[in-house]
């Protein structure tokens, strides 16, 4: 079975939310508020790497999306977000991941579930029932993550 994953709001508009979702037979959301954003911008400037901010930021988000999930999948497909960076996102997303589940990047359209779920969850502002990433999270993990080499 696969999982199609979209993003709505681009991680570089630090001023309003993201979300990522996957929706098939099951579905989750997950979304990170723009106060976290910025400070996950801030952590990458400090360590001196600015630019991959939106790339390990967005990585990051699909990993907690589908982590409680992996077992029941097989492939990962996930919306074109980012030209240039596919083979870093879905080489880096496969380490993370340590499991036989290819990871492929690709069109999945405005047709797609995932893209529904998400862009509703974007245009409702409120997030009071989704779930939320903070900063902390995202910085902890990226620590462990960048110390072993992935960047």
Do not use: C
């Amino acid at each position: 079975m696969k999982i199609e994953i979209d993003q709505s709001g681009k991680i570089e508009h630090t001023s309003r939310p993201t979300v990522v979702a996957f929706s098939n037979k099951e579905s989750n959301v997950l979304v990170i508020l723009a106060k976290d954003k910025k400070a996950v911008q801030k952590y990458f400037r400090k360590i001196g790497k600015p630019k991959l901010f939106i790339y390990f930021t967005f990585m990051v988000l699909v990993y907690y999306l589908i982590e409680n999930h992996l077992k029941k999948y097989d492939q990962i497909i996930i919306d074109r977000e980012y030209p240039g960076y596919e083979k870093l996102i879905s080489r880096t997303l496969k380490q993370w991941i340590k499991d036989s589940i290819a990871v492929t990047i690709a069109q999945i359209g405005k047709k797609s579930r995932a893209h529904d779920l998400a862009w509703k969850e974007l245009k409702s502002r409120t997030h009071q029932n989704t779930s939320k990433i903070n900063s902390n999270k995202i910085i902890k993990f990226l620590r462990v993550n960048l110390k072993s080499g992935s960047v």
